[in-house]
């Protein structure tokens, strides 16, 4: 198996003639997580449709392991690579259980090894209470748990424990509406799939969650990249200062984990 899972080469978006991304070029291995990270408008949402072929590159190449991204067949990209959007509207009102299942269409298995799979992400993701109910009726955190469950539910091909290389999860901010224990278990959840050889790529304002989950961080500015490096090296003051237009301080920590991350408090800028 190619250990590639999605490589962008010189990858532009386009919106007449403003580039909202520009010039992309980067490999994301199985087993990787990349964090993206940059300012409102920076074009991390962008780039995510980019990877996931919502829209495709103005200019330059995508591929999923190896094969040319536009070439893919839709049902196949979706077997192989699952997507939690920024914002989800469902049209129809749905309970939670057919929502996390709807995690299954492409695998077309709903009535066998699929419902085993929807089942068993019910109870891990915290949502066997919920599971009966009208999914817009949900509160915000509920609802992105539940989008959550159904795209690990697309992400896995037949058993809740197999082999996820090959796989990829692209995720736009999927803590945003968390608290801090479903923000944790995400957390855990991301670093089991990586274990398990599935490709992840995030978006998170959060900089020390997203280092918490990233071995490397790609920062974007003004739709072009910034750098790209492992996330350690990449939490340095003058660096996340430029990123976010804003001073930012990094407070070495004494049990050797990563740095923490945060606004300086003596700027006084507003
Ligand atoms: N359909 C569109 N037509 C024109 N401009 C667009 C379109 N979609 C996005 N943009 C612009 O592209 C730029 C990047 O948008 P994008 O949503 O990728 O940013 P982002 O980094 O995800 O921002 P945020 O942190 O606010 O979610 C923004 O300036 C946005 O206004």
């Given at each position: 198996m190619n250990e590639t899972a999605l490589e962008m080469r010189e990858a532009t978006l386009r919106y007449g003639n403003v580039s909202v991304v520009a010039d992309i070029s980067f490999a994301l291995?199985?087993?990787?997580?990349?964090?993206?990270?940059?300012?409102?408008?920076?074009?991390?949402?962008?780039?995510?449709?980019?990877a996931c072929r919502e829209q495709s590159p103005s200019?330059?190449?995508?591929?999923?392991a190896g094969e040319d991204l536009a070439t893919v067949r839709p049902r196949d990209r979706a077997r192989r690579m699952a997507v939690l959007p920024q914002h989800m509207?469902?049209?129809?009102?749905?309970?939670?259980q057919q929502?996390?299942?709807?995690?299954?269409?492409?695998?077309?298995?709903?009535?066998?090894?699929?419902?085993?799979?929807v089942e068993n992400l019910l109870d891990t993701c915290e949502l066997r209470h919920l599971a009966g109910?009208?999914?817009?009726?949900?509160?915000?955190?509920?609802?992105q748990r539940t989008?959550?469950?159904?795209?690990?539910?697309?992400?896995?091909?037949?058993?809740?424990?197999?082999?996820?290389?090959?796989?990829?999860?692209?995720?736009?901010e999927p803590t945003a509406s968390l608290d801090i224990r479903h923000q944790e278990q995400l957390v855990h959840t991301l670093k089991s799939l990586r274990h398990r050889g599935c490709a992840v790529l995030v978006v998170m304002h959060d900089i020390n969650l997203l280092?918490?989950?990233?071995?490397?961080?790609?920062?974007?500015?003004?739709?072009?990249?910034?750098?790209?490096?492992?996330?350690?090296?990449?939490?340095?003051?003058?660096?996340?200062?430029?990123?976010?237009?804003f001073p930012m301080k990094v407070q070495p920590r004494d049990d050797g984990d990563l740095p923490l991350v945060y606004p300086d408090p003596a700027h006084h800028a507003f």
């Open positions: 291995s199985c087993g990787e997580i990349v964090g993206i990270a940059g300012s409102n408008g920076a074009g991390k949402s962008s780039l995510l449709r980019l200019e330059g190449r995508i591929w999923l509207h469902l049209q129809f009102d749905f309970t939670v929502v996390v299942a709807l995690g299954r269409s492409p695998h077309g298995d709903g009535e066998n090894a699929g419902k085993a799979i109910r009208s999914y817009q009726s949900l509160s915000g955190g509920e609802q989008q959550y469950a159904r795209v690990l539910a697309q992400l896995l091909r037949k058993q809740p424990d197999e082999d996820l290389r090959g796989q990829v999860l692209v995720l736009d280092s918490r989950c990233a071995d490397r961080l790609l920062f974007l500015k003004k739709g072009r990249m910034q750098s790209l490096a492992a996330t350690a090296e990449q939490l340095r003051e003058t660096t996340l200062s430029e990123l976010f237009g």
